[in-house]
């Protein structure tokens, strides 16, 4: 089992930053590919960022790409999600997940049924 916990949403204006955290327990990260998500209200939850087990691979959507960019530091066991030049439409519940199906591969998955493990959610909400 592993345990998935979301840090660092708030309210913040149009046009500012955060820094999503993700930390997990139960088993070390290290291995596998992360993803990021969001679920605004009202709508499917959606595919926002994923990375490599190394952080050597990434992939965004294309709502956020140049603004959004994906880390890992898996001596901590954490990914990060750090999140600039926000707009109002970024307003959402961010989840963490992970893909536990394979192990040090380069594949980038971007449904959500590819993902094994989720946080509970943060809710990043932007203002214009």
């Known amino acids: 089992q592993i345990q998935l916990v979301e840090s660092g949403g708030g309210l913040v204006q149009a046009g500012g930053s955060l820094r999503l955290s993700c930390a997990a327990s139960?088993?070390?990260?290290?291995?596998?590919?992360m993803g990021w998500f969001r679920q605004a209200p009202g709508k499917e939850r959606e595919f926002v960022a994923a990375?490599?087990?190394?952080?050597?691979?990434?992939m965004y959507a294309d709502s956020v790409k140049g603004r959004f960019t994906a880390s890992r530091d898996n001596g901590k066991n954490t990914v990060t999600l750090q999140m600039n030049s926000l707009k109002p439409e970024d307003t959402a519940v961010y989840y963490c997940?992970?893909?536990?199906?394979?192990?040090?591969?380069?594949?980038?998955?971007?449904?959500?049924?590819?993902?094994?493990?989720w946080g509970q959610g943060t809710q990043v909400t932007v203002s214009s």
């Open positions: 997940a992970v893909d536990v199906t394979y192990s040090f591969t380069n594949r980038l998955r971007v449904r959500r049924d590819q993902y094994d493990y």
């Open positions: 990375i490599t087990w190394n952080g050597g691979d990434k």
């Open positions: 139960g088993r070390t990260l290290s291995s596998y590919t």
